[in-house]
Every structure is written in C-alpha cells, then in structure tokens.
C-alpha cells in the first residue's frame, strides 16, 4: 500500500471537504424545517466560536485575532438567542459541531504556523458563505420567530462575510 505524505493527505481532506460543501450548495435552493434550520444553524454557530478558538491560539496576526475574537463573541451571542428560542419551542439545538465543520477545523489544526492564516481566513469565507444560504433559507420556515431569528441575523453574517474577504485578501497567497 503506498504512504501518504502529510500534505498529499492535507490535499485529500480539502478536496473531500469541497465535495461535501459542494454538494449541500446544490440542496440549499430547497425549503427547510425549523427543526433543520435551528440544527443546522447552531451547529454552524458552535464551529465558528471553536474554530475562532484555535485562531486566537496558532494566528500571529493581530487582524485575524481581532477578526477571531469578533467570532466568539457574535456567535455565543447568537447562538444563546437561538438556544433560548429552541428551548421555547422544544427544538433541539447542536452542542457539538457538525462532521463537516469538524473536518474543517481538523485541516486547520494540521497546518503549520505560516499558512494557518490563510487557511483559516479561507476557511472563514467558505463557512459565512455557507451559513448565509442557510440563514436565506431560514427566513421562510414556517415558524415565525424562527423566521425573524434568520432575518435579523442574516445583515451580521454578511458583514462577517465581508470583513473575512477583505482580511483574506490582504494575507499571502500559501
């Protein structure tokens, strides 16, 4: 059996993780439930602040850090909003990150010190990017308060958006 090197390993994971994101892009024209959008969306609230985490530990970059620590904030802040909306209407909330967002965070985690970065800024543009279609669906669940939950979120996570595509635009190519 050939052995992997670490990096064509790397190359593997990333290639498998676009795939995934790749193939829920193309599900994201459809309808969704409360139940799967409150799932979905705090599952992708719990990665973002774990994700955050690790920047605020690897990252020498005091922009990224500054961004990171954005992450934590406005994210626990959300998510205690929808956790407190669930728990009104008996829909459970994700304690853990998703198997995706955990691979993603794994990636970042095998980087070294002088692309993590890059990685994560990438990383951060793909994941707003992804919960912005999910919070675009989420306006039209069929619960209202859930409906303005997502409507009155969505405006911070284009921002974040935003300041993620500048932040990564201005860090070295890997």
Known sequence: MLALKPLALLAAAAFAICAVS????????????????VEEASA?????????????????????????????????QA????????????LEVSDDAELLNQAKALVLKMRGEASFDKAYMNNQV??????????RRGVNVDDAEI???????????EQHLQRAEQLNGQLPEQ
């Open 126 to 135: 793909v994941a707003h990017r992804e919960s912005i279609e999910l919070f």
């Open 79 to 90: 998510n205690q909003k929808l956790a407190d909306l669930a728990k009104s209407k008996d």
């Open 22 to 37: 790749n193939l829920q892009a193309a599900d994201q024209t459809q309808s969704i439930s409360s139940e799967d959008f």
């Open 147 to 157: 409906a303005a939950f997502a409507r009155e979120t969505l405006p911070k996570l």
């Open 44 to 76: 992708k609230g719990v990665a973002e602040i774990e994700t955050a985490k690790l920047a605020l530990e690897k990252s020498q970059n005091e922009a990224v850090k500054g961004f990171a620590q954005m992450m934590i904030d406005d994210h626990r």
